[in-house]
């Protein structure tokens, strides 16, 4: 029998665990090096300094497509690492997504309502550590990807949710859909902040459908929730909307121009459809496919066994359930019955709504963090003794455990500085414009300039200088037509020919003789190259 000490010791070692697990968790990060990736030199670095310094509408594409991107979660972390070391820095940010342990605990704590005090709490602290240390999510750890990042929205709203269980399935309606709104409100500031989290926000509103209650209530929960996640989005995401909308007559800019057809862009989805898989049977069947071939759904390899597993054991679970009338009745295990329902059922929409709309693993992370805690549910929907399901729900988490290999999407040796550019003097930057052609991650040496430069890009992964159907090459021309003051070109140092020939279709020329270069931290040696008019007058780099 559970005594008070036991009871008392559980408590005491819940909130130590909540305390510590997210500085533990930054310091973590500083062990897997510096963030270097793609998106960071491409967006990430410099979106948070546009706002933080008022250059969104000065500059022009400077960050390509992510350019339109909300940057409210890009200011803290350039703020952070412009204001302190690195490596501080690093260990903020890495403790910033280590409190998704502590919200991993909150719900596996929550969902484990038939275990003792004392081992409810070690278990819930060993099924959060497990969701802390995929191959996924330890690739993100310390990086500015932000999926680890919306995912504190995400658990937050399945945490909230699971605390409310059993008593939002038949207690007072008031108290009751305040809660779910309120976790609604969560998941829908997530989508605002990022746009695919919207996968984990239908999820788990689709997920009260799922739960033990009469058809009426669970409706009234999911409708509550949804007035939540609306209220959370415009919280999220509504002052990027209206400027977007705003300025571009779309609020999703570009994406999903096809719907509101802003002339500004191509009538298109701007769909990434790069990661799709080639047939139906592949996407059926994906999680087999990408875990033995990781390139299909992103940049860099790893491996992580957590989604196949659930992939196989959830819909074998329910069935099994199903079939021996068990589903909803057996109380018998770990996990209660109502949080089981309703998270399995949440991480399948949620499953199925990315393998239509993405196919991106990042965006998976939040799922791959929620898997160990679904693993201990799935299992105890077997039909197997207790002891049996026990063990191999430890043996699958070990062997999840033992075989992962974190993602690397590029890291270097902590340094002083995050981002250091070694930029030649400029005459008259006041007067300067840059302009930037390629298709490679370079916006992130523009703060390393003179404040007054102004940045155009020219060629890029949403416009060329020839591009058709798109009208921003109207604003773009203009804007480059209308500078009376010198041109430089910036580009890396392999698509310097291509960025000659992105200029001379602005009657512009780049003189390929007269470039210097721009060493950076974070990447190859950039080229910044005088550019003339055709038939003017010659601009120097000095």
Not at 70 to 87: C, E, G, Q
Not at 226 to 252: R, S
Not at 269 to 289: A, C, H, I, K, T
Request: aromatic residues 12%.
């Amino acid at each position: 029998m559970p005594t008070h000490d036991d009871d008392r010791s559980a408590r005491l070692i819940g909130i130590a665990f909540l305390l510590l697990a997210p500085p533990a968790y930054g310091l973590l990060t500083l062990a897997f090096g510096m963030d270097a990736n793609w998106d960071l030199r491409n967006y990430h670095w410099y979106n948070g300094y546009a706002m933080l310094t008022g250059r969104i509408g000065r500059d022009l594409l400077a960050a390509q497509m992510p350019t339109f991107y909300s940057p409210f979660l890009d200011v803290p972390f350039y703020w952070l690492a412009t204001h302190l070391p690195a490596r501080a820095a690093g260990f903020l940010w890495g403790t910033l997504q280590g409190i998704n342990l502590s919200l991993l605990y909150l719900l596996a704590s929550f969902s484990l309502r038939n275990v003792p005090a004392l081992k409810r709490t070690l278990i819930a602290m060993a099924l959060a550590v497990a969701g802390g240390l995929g191959g996924g999510t330890l690739g993100l750890i310390g990086t500015t990807f932000q999926d680890n990042v919306v995912s504190l929205g995400v658990l937050g709203a399945a945490a909230v949710i699971a605390g409310s269980l059993p008593g939002i399935l038949d207690g007072r309606p008031l108290p009751s859909f305040a809660r779910v709104a309120a976790a609604g409100l969560l998941a829908g500031a997530a989508m605002g902040l990022k746009n695919p989290t919207v996968i984990y926000a239908v999820g788990l509103c689709l997920g009260f459908l799922a739960l033990p209650a009469r058809p009426w209530r669970r409706l009234w929960l999911a409708f509550f929730f949804g007035i939540g996640v609306l209220a959370g989005l415009a919280l999220g995401g509504g002052v990027w909307m209206v400027h977007l909308w705003h300025d571009y007559g779309n609020p999703v800019f570009p994406h999903m121009n096809h719907i509101f057809k802003s002339p500004f862009a191509a009538l298109s989805d701007y769909v990434n459809v790069s990661f799709f898989p080639p047939g139906l049977w592949q996407r059926l069947f994906f999680p087999f496919v990408f875990t033995v071939s990781p390139l299909t759904v992103g940049e860099v390899p790893f491996f992580d066994l957590r989604v196949l597993a659930l992939f196989v054991l959830v819909p074998v679970g329910g069935v099994c359930a199903a079939a021996t009338g068990m589903l909803g009745k057996r109380n018998d295990w770990l996990t209660a019955v109502p949080a089981t329902r309703f998270l399995l059922a949440a991480i399948t929409v949620t499953y199925a709504l990315w393998v239509v709309m993405f196919c991106i693993y990042r965006y998976l992370v939040p799922l791959e963090m929620l898997a160990p805690l679904a693993l201990v549910m799935a299992v105890g929907l077997l039909p197997l003794a207790r002891r049996l399901r026990i063990g191999l729900a430890v043996a699958l988490l070990a062997v999840v455990q033992l075989t992962v290999q974190p993602a690397d999407w590029g890291r270097v040796a902590w340094a002083d500085s995050w981002v250091k550019a070694e930029v030649p003097a400029i005459e008259a930057p006041d007067d300067t414009m840059v302009l930037m052609a390629g298709y490679w991650a370079i916006s992130h040496v523009i703060p390393s300039f003179p404040a007054r430069v102004t940045f155009v890009r020219i060629q890029s992964n949403f416009l060329q200088p020839d591009s058709v159907g798109n009208g921003y090459l109207a604003i773009l021309k203009d804007k480059v037509a209308s500078h009376r003051g010198p041109f430089l070109m910036l580009s890396t140092i392999p698509d310097t020919p291509g960025a000659a020939k992105a200029a001379e279709l602005l009657g512009l020329r780049l003189d390929p003789q007269r470039c210097r270069p721009i060493p950076n931290n974070l990447g190859e040696t950039l080229n910044l190259c005088a550019v003339d008019r055709e038939g003017g007058k010659r601009e120097t780099v000095e």
